[in-house]
């Protein structure tokens, strides 16, 4: 118990640091590093929980986080390629002119 | 194990029908117009009987989504909304070159995240079917290439939406370490619900829900999103992602152990308090009709929360907040389907009619149009003979019937407030002078189709709800 209790700690402090990413860095880049952190931190926390059960239903789902991860990275990272070629800026500060 | 596969057969044809539409556009270079449109028609409606007609039994593969009366209903409910948004977005689609295999493809991709998320018992299936849906989204909002906001919309949703996706998913992965069940149902019954690291997992769940209903305080992104996003799909993003979470949230509640609801109920409280008044209250100095639309889908879901409360026991607040789910879905399309109708002959560099002053007088100038806006508003506020009469006041009626007072009183004053803003929309589609008359585009046959079967649905449910009420009691049985 004791060793996955740290595991566990280990995603909650990759979670709080990813984010923190998506908060703090303007970057759109950087925050879809921060967002694959956290579906990350989630799937550590998985694999730990999964050893504290001895049951394998949190690992298989490890695997699909995998494969969510990647299919959002990729329409994420197809945006932001657009966004640059229309505006020439990946800053996200830059997108605000839709206001009421 | 064949009623397994019979079970997933809506699923089947929604993805089937998305693969194929994928392949038509691939490799069918010069098909007949309009293909790829009537291939996803009939998916969705294909989808949408075998949901109806057949019924599988029990939870198939090992419990994993569930075949019951519930979610079959949901999944009905779901294809109608896609089939609407299909038809209205038929001709706004050719005229901003959007209507592409993608586009179909992904309206049948996002359905089925929609069915799965409604149909979960598993969080693996809660998870992926929130996902398929909010990916296929992020693309269709961004989907008008030429327009700065749809980009500008797509990239915030995208951003808002993933993080959001991260928490949920965050959240699924505590609740999993601290009870080592993946069934929603199992392991929302832990026998030590005071558990810090169960309580921690179930508050980031119902953030990440938060954020995908747009409830107060995680809604910001929702005007700037609904204002930005081609208005079908708006109408598609505020009424099907929204109502397939409100229905994973009813799930989630029915199923919870008391003690756990002990711990939920105040937070879906306050939530719904927060939601109700500052939804109606920002809605009063909107100037923008998405915008306007976007803050008054805030405020409903707070008024939907509101009767969740009440979803114990009984079953009262289960039936009203399904009953109101079917009338908020048609209603709301209703809306945003009759801004995208007015808004197909505007130039490509503007994105849609939008700021109010453009809709002086637009009654007298789209009759059809302005009249399916004029009664979607009317039923959004709550005003008889629609559906949002009949619907508000059994949300309300279960509310008080729970005894939950304080809660329906703020309700009650919210949605007395909202009347407001809907009427002054009317009031500037009818009472102002017309502006210069833009010269009509020709509409097409499906936009009129959609808008004739939503005016007729928003008053026959406004009049003889009595049919829907009794489905929904066989569902809840």
Known sequence: MAVYGQVILLGMMLFVIGGACVLIRRNLIMILIGVEIMLNAAGIVFIAASLRWGALDGQAFVIFIMAVAAAEVAVGLALIVYCQGRSGSINADTYNTLKG | ?477
């Open chain 2, 1 to 477: 194990m064949q009623s397994d596969w019979i079970v997933i057969l809506p699923h089947l044809f929604l993805a089937g029908g998305g693969l194929l539409i994928f392949c038509i556009g691939a490799f069918w270079k010069n098909r007949p117009d309009g293909t790829l449109f009537i291939t996803a028609l009939l998916s969705a409606g294909a989808a949408a009987v075998e949901a109806l007609a057949f019924s599988g039994s029990g939870t198939p593969f090992a419990g994993m989504v569930s075949g019951d009366s519930f979610s079959r209903f949901f999944i009905a409910l779901f294809c109608g909304i896609s089939v609407i948004t299909l038809l209205f977005s038929r001709r706004y689609a050719l005229h901003r070159r959007f209507s592409g295999d993608e586009f179909y493809g992904l309206i049948l991709f996002a359905t089925l995240g929609m069915a799965l998320a409604a149909g979960a018992t598993h969080w693996a299936i809660l998870f992926l079917g929130v996902e398929l849906l909010s990916i296929s989204l992020y693309i269709l909002i961004a989907i008008h290439k030429s327009s700065q906001a749809a980009n500008e919309a797509g990239i915030k949703y995208f951003i808002m939406g993933s993080a959001a996706s991260a928490i949920l998913l965050f959240g699924i992965a505590i609740l999993y370490a601290s009870t080592g069940e993946m069934g929603i149902v199992e392991s929302l019954n832990a026998p030590d619900s005071r558990n810090p690291l169960f309580l921690l997992g179930l508050g980031m769940v119902i953030t990440g829900f938060g954020f995908k209903i747009s409830l107060v305080p995680f809604h910001l992104w929702t005007p700037d999103v609904y204002q930005g996003a081609p208005a079908p799909v708006a109408g598609f993003l505020s009424t099907g992602s929204k109502i397939a979470m409100v229905a994973a949230l009813l799930r989630i509640v029915t199923g919870a152990s008391p003690p756990v609801w002990e711990v939920i109920a105040p937070v879906i409280w306050t939530l719904a308090a927060l939601t109700i008044i500052v939804g109606n209250l920002t809605a009063l100095v909107q100037d923008h009709i998405k915008r306007l639309l976007a803050y008054s889908s805030i405020a409903q879901m707070g008024y939907l929360l509101m009767a969740l409360l009440a979803s114990r026991g009984d079953g009262a607040g289960a039936s009203a907040v399904i009953f109101y789910s079917v009338i908020y879905a048609f209603m709301d399309l209703g809306a945003f389907g009759a801004v995208s109708l007015v808004s197909l002959g505007e130039p490509m560099a503007r994105a849609d009619r939008d700021s109010l002053t453009a809709y002086r007088g637009l009654g007298y100038e789209y009759p059809f149009a302005g009249a399916l806006l004029a009664v979607s508003l009317l039923s959004l506020a709550g005003l008889p003979p629609t559906g949002g009469f009949i619907g508000k006041f059994a949300l309300f009626q279960a509310a008080i019937g729970a005894d939950y007072m304080a809660i329906a009183v703020i309700g009650i004053i919210g949605a007395i407030i909202s009347i407001y803003y809907y009427i002054k929309v009317i009031a500037v589609l009818y009472m102002r002078p017309t502006r210069v008359p833009t010269p009509h585009t020709f509409p097409g046959f499906s936009g009129p189709v959609a808008c004739a079967s939503i005016f007729a649905l928003i008053v026959l449910m406004g009049i003889l709800p009595g049919s829907l009420l009794e489905v929904i009691a066989v569902i809840l049985s």
